[in-house]
């Protein structure tokens, strides 16, 4: 096959992919034995998130499109960390397969490709964690790769179902996984629309549809993604170390902070099965919070505590700062 050929059924491959995740993927373990690197026609949509940004320079702010922001990237860092993350990942509750399926579209609507994707990827690490398998340790790696390089990359991109076994028997959520932009698109669609009802019956509030789109989907994303992704590369490099595990996961009230409870990571990493990352009460957790209440109301049930032995360990260690 001429090499021009091959570019262009590449190039396709690529377009195709950013509507159908799994498209292409039938021979997963030769992409993953593909070297690592940048994929650019792939990541297209991963740009244009970046730059949308900028369009702030054309359509301004208001006060209500500002607001929307700041609630859309806690929402979905709650929908992130406690849906994609706790729940998809490592199970740490139980719920319904119809609160399940409402739970997987929040977590969809984050940005950060399918239910499936996130949950296979994150075993991975727990598996290999700062090891040469991980994808995206700091100390393997480097800081930008392990930040943001690593979804650049065909190797990581597919979704390797059997890895995630338990999850991939819901067709429903196997579907949201194949189709991840869908929902993304559908939420700046909707913003977007929003911004210009708003624009004709509410004045008052100076918003538009290009102010809910840039502010609300953009720059909220945006956000929101290198929030999670400073989990993957800040939290092996900054905090301390209360447990002695494996690899170099550490705990930081800031990164707790930023993204809702998940800078308690050496905590996690040392004790992976509990819904509640922040192990004492002046760790804050806020996703724990928002689950416990959840919990309350029955949506959610069963969160798995932190066995009494791991706290007692942990007492005798030095606190996170």
């Known amino acids: 096959m001429p090499a021009s050929t091959s570019l262009l059924r590449k190039w396709a491959t690529s377009l195709v992919q950013w509507f159908d995740a799994d498209f292409g993927n039938h021979d997963f373990d030769a992409i993953r034995a593909k070297p ?3 994929e650019w026609v792939r990541c297209i949509p991963f740009i244009i998130l970046h730059l949308g940004c900028l369009g702030v320079l054309l359509v301004g702010w208001s006060w209500f499109a500002v607001a929307a922001a700041v609630a859309l990237y806690f929402v979905r860092m709650f929908a992130v960390t406690g849906v994609y993350h706790r729940y998809f990942s490592h199970r740490t509750f139980r719920t319904s397969r119809f609160m399940q399926f409402l ?6 609507s984050s940005t950060q490709r ?17 090891e040469a398998d ?9 800081f930008w790769w392990s930040h943001v390089g690593w979804i ?4 990581n991109f597919p979704t390797d179902y059997r890895v995630v076994k338990d999850l991939a028997k819901f067709p429903e959520l196997v579907f949201l996984n194949r189709f991840d932009s869908l929902v993304p698109i559908v939420l700046a669609t909707g ?13 008052g509030l100076g918003v538009t549809g290009g102010q809910m789109l840039v502010w609300g989907f953009f720059i909220s994303t945006t956000a929101l993604f290198h929030g999670t992704c400073s989990i993957n590369s800040l939290a092996h490099l900054i905090g301390r170390k ?10 930081s009230l800031l990164l707790a902070l930023i993204t809702l409870g998940e800078g308690w990571h050496n905590n996690h990493h040392h ?3 509990a819904t509640r990352q922040g192990f004492y009460w002046w760790e804050i957790d806020i996703t724990y919070y928002v689950l416990k209440v959840m919990s309350w109301t029955g949506l959610i049930w069963d969160l798995r505590p932190v066995p009494i032995s791991v706290k007692e360990d942990g007492r005798r260690r030095p606190r996170a700062v």
């Open 191 to 203: 913003l977007f629309f929003l911004g210009m009802i708003l624009e004709h019956f509410a004045p």
């Open 114 to 130: 399918g239910p499936l994707w996130w949950a296979y990827h994150h075993r991975q690490h727990h598996k290999h964690s700062d």
């Open 36 to 38: 690592d690197r940048v």
């Open 103 to 108: 739970l997987a579209l929040l977590g969809a």
């Open 134 to 142: 991980d994808a995206h340790s700091p100390h393997v790696h480097g």
């Open 152 to 155: 650049t990359s065909a190797r």
């Open 242 to 251: 209360r447990f002695n595990t494996k690899d170099d996961s550490r705990n």
């Open 271 to 273: 004790y992976m099965g």
